[in-house]
């Protein structure tokens, strides 16, 4: 999870980055989860991992903005989206509690997209 959750984010960053400055523009979207905004008992590195490109991305959006380079930040917080992840889990319980809570609250992928479109028109 901190490969894929934090450091894939940061590895984006910074494939981007001098680009994006060196042109005094650019937009870095990024997805974290409802787990980067409220703690769930159960899912502590997972939130951990969602925390910090909360954090990293809000700090991104103030240096930009401090050192005028124009760079746009946004980050989506979806809950569960419909993936193979129910699929996946071996804990019974678990896997019992995350379908439960998909089957509430569940969206598409397509949905996800939506949300990317607006945020970049």
């Known amino acids: 999870m901190i490969d894929v959750n934090i450091k894939g984010v940061l590895n984006g960053i910074k494939a981007v980055l001098p680009e994006f400055t060196s042109q005094k523009?650019?937009?870095i979207i990024t997805t974290s989860s409802v787990a980067g905004l409220k703690a769930y008992p159960g899912g502590t590195v997972?939130?951990?991992?969602?925390?910090?490109v909360c954090g990293l991305m809000e700090?991104?959006?103030?240096?930009?903005?401090?050192?005028g380079t124009n760079i746009r930040t946004d980050t989506i917080y979806p809950a569960a989206i419909e993936t193979e992840l129910i699929d996946r889990i071996t804990d019974k319980d678990t896997a019992k509690g995350t379908e439960q809570m998909y089957d509430q609250y569940q969206i598409s992928p397509h949905s996800i997209a939506n949300i990317?479109?607006?945020?970049i028109d």
């Open 25 to 27: 523009s650019g937009h």
């Open 46 to 52: 997972y939130s951990a991992t969602k925390w910090a």
């Open 59 to 67: 700090v991104l959006r103030i240096e930009s903005a401090q050192e």
């Open 116 to 119: 990317v479109a607006f945020a």
